[in-house]
């Protein structure tokens, strides 16, 4: 392996076997990036996978060139593996948990509340129905009280035929056909909206993806360029040359006396500076994190809701109406003018009327298309809690991966890498003379 790294890492091969082997590497690298390249764009961005497989080709064979021939190239692609441990790679891991928030979890909140409506149209399309059919009871009760009258009082006295006509009948199927529309209209704009969002955050996602993939690189660019122009950048650790060249020098004393500002790249010890730093990553971490669990949190609660509803709605009974008509007339027939004379009034009587009649409003009905509730998938929570496990667990790696960065770029430019040990030497020497 020591071998291996020792012919990636030098500026030119010395020679056919070396050349070799590094376009071996270069190809196996740009092989399994290629592919790693096609998942996320097919699987996570969401993109075609035509377009995603020659993308990935052509990413692949841009990166085999660029590697097998562009020293410095090698180095930051080397380093941008361990930059995904910083801030960096902490954003590209905040895009994939939006993503897959709003791929998974916004489509099943919309889908229940659309239970939940559908729950509501039922309810009242059932309901309105059974209040159009106690129209027609009535309508059936005016009638025979009024045939009752025709067929018992004497012609001479007999009434005009009052019955009552409802024109709401008539307009029942208009009043279906409005409730119908109106329920087909909030499906279209529920599907609009769903469309909507998905689409414009997955742009958006798409868009911040290809950022953060680009700061990435950018991050390790920066990194090389401040190592190979400036001398103090992240130079305070005491490494293994750094002992040897104070042996050397028969000056050890230095870094002991120095141990308070210097670190060891290999150690688990952490300064002030890096561990407030990761103490406000963590901050900023948990934050994503309760705002990620309030999104969880409506897709459960949608549930439940859209649950309850179906099940309550199975559960209604029908409410039973009963109307009870008792009706009994006496008609005097010109009572003043008997009272006047004196003779008792003639009446005539109308047989008792009295009937029941029985109706029932329903608010549900097994025909109604009511589209289950759909449980919140537990593998999406499963997925986005190991995401923020390694979220977390970049927070506190952060300070290590900045410090294999150092590593990788000394083990490129390894000349410069001396340079910078003479400097910090140096450095230390004239604070040791002037204390």
Not at 88 to 100: A, D, E, H, N
Not at 267 to 278: D, I, M
Not at 346 to 368: G, P, V
Request: aromatic residues 12%; proline residues 3%.
């Amino acid at each position: 392996v020591a071998d291996l790294w020792w012919i990636y890492s030098k500026p030119v091969p010395a020679d056919v076997r070396e050349l070799c082997t590094l376009f071996l590497q270069c190809s196996c690298i740009s092989v399994v990036i290629g592919g790693l390249f096609y998942n996320w764009m097919f699987a996570s961005l969401e993109y075609s996978w035509h377009l995603s497989i020659a993308t990935a080709i052509s990413f692949s064979l841009l990166l085999l060139l660029t590697l097998f021939l562009v020293h410095p190239a090698r180095c930051v692609f080397s380093m941008i593996m361990p930059t995904l441990g910083t801030k960096q790679g902490r954003k590209l891991l905040f895009s994939t948990c939006t993503m897959i928030a709003v791929v998974n979890v916004t489509p099943n909140i919309i889908g229940n509340i659309k239970t939940i409506l559908q729950v509501i149209e039922c309810i009242c399309k059932n309901s309105s129905d059974s209040l159009l059919n106690s129209t027609a009871l009535l309508e059936k009760v005016s009638w025979e009280f009024g045939d009752a009258i025709q067929e018992t009082i004497h012609s001479l006295y007999k009434p005009m035929n009052g019955h009552f006509r409802f024109s709401l009948l008539h307009n029942s199927y208009l009043i279906y056909q409005k409730m119908h529309l109106a329920g087909e209209k909030i499906s279209r704009e529920f599907l609009s909206v769903e469309v909507l969002v998905k689409d414009s955050i997955r742009v958006a996602n798409r868009l911040v993806a290809g950022f953060f993939m680009l700061s990435l690189c950018f991050e390790s660019t920066w990194y090389l360029k401040n190592y190979l122009t400036n001398l103090r950048f992240d130079n305070f650790y005491i490494t293994k040359k750094l002992e040897r060249l104070a042996m050397d020098k028969k000056a050890a004393h230095l870094l002991v006396g120095s141990s308070k500002k210097l670190i060891r790249p290999t150690g688990l010890k952490l300064s002030w500076e890096e561990a407030v730093l990761c103490l406000v990553q963590a901050m900023l971490v948990t934050v994503a994190l309760v705002l990620m669990l309030v999104v969880v949190a409506m897709d459960h609660f949608a549930f439940s809701v859209s649950d309850t509803a179906v099940r309550k709605a199975a559960q209604f009974s029908a409410v039973p109406i009963t109307l009870d008509i008792k009706y009994k007339v006496e008609i005097g027939i010109m009572p003043f003018l008997f009272k006047v004379f004196g003779r008792p009034s003639e009446e005539l009587l109308l047989r008792d009327f009295n009937r029941t009649y029985h109706h029932q409003l329903i608010f549900s009905s097994a025909h109604c298309k009511i589209s289950p509730p759909t449980p919140p998938n537990p593998s999406v929570l499963l997925v986005l809690g190991l995401l923020f496990c390694i979220l977390y667990a970049t927070v506190f790696l952060e300070t290590y991966a900045r410090r294999l960065c150092r590593k990788i770029a000394a083990s490129f430019f390894q000349s410069w890498e001396e340079k910078r040990l003479l400097y910090l030497y140096k450095k230390l020497s004239r604070k040791n003379r002037k204390e």
